[in-house]
């Protein structure tokens, strides 16, 4: 068996050959690694309504439907940079097992199997051109 489980002061230390990281050292690790690819997606949306020809696409839109358009674009842009910031300056909270980290944790789960699922399966992208590099970024 390549992992072997051991507890040191209450805590599950998972051993793996040379390593020795606890598991909430993994979770802090894979925490990292998201939020700074989060930080990462919210600069980057900044160059979505160019590439996507929003102003072309929002020019028929009556006010309101180029409003919802906006706010709706900025509601997700604000979660996503919500995300980044509890997962860089929170992690000690995210991995510490409490019923709210563990309702958030699975929150931002939900949040983003929604999101992928409809990013692979749910959109009609033929009109964007691209083929399959836009349907995976």
């Known amino acids: 068996m390549?992992?072997?489980?051991?507890?040191?002061?209450?805590?599950?230390?998972?051993?793996?050959?040379?390593?020795?990281?606890?598991m909430r050292?993994?979770?802090?690790?894979?925490?990292?690694?998201?939020?700074?690819?989060?930080?990462?997606?919210?600069i980057a949306s900044f160059w979505i309504p160019k590439v996507l020809q929003w102003g072309e696409k929002q020019a028929g839109l009556i006010p309101?439907?180029?409003?919802?358009?906006?706010?709706?674009?900025?509601?997700?842009?604000?979660?996503?940079?919500?995300?980044a910031v509890l997962a860089l300056g929170f992690s000690d909270w995210l991995t510490g097992g409490t019923n709210a980290a563990i309702a958030m944790c699975a929150f931002n789960m939900l949040w983003w199997?929604?999101?992928?699922?409809?990013?692979?399966?749910?959109?009609?992208?033929?009109?964007?051109?691209?083929g399959r590099a836009h349907r995976e970024l």
């Open 25 to 42: 050292e993994d979770l802090q690790i894979g925490l990292m690694v998201g939020s700074w690819a989060l930080v990462a997606l919210c």
């Open 64 to 83: 309101l439907m180029r409003e919802l358009w906006w706010t709706y674009a900025l509601y997700i842009w604000s979660s996503h940079v919500f995300f």
């Open 2 to 22: 390549p992992w072997l489980e051991a507890f040191v002061d209450g805590e599950a230390v998972y051993r793996f050959q040379s390593c020795n990281l606890s």
């Open 113 to 130: 199997a929604v999101r992928l699922w409809l990013q692979l399966f749910g959109f009609y992208l033929s009109e964007v051109g691209g």
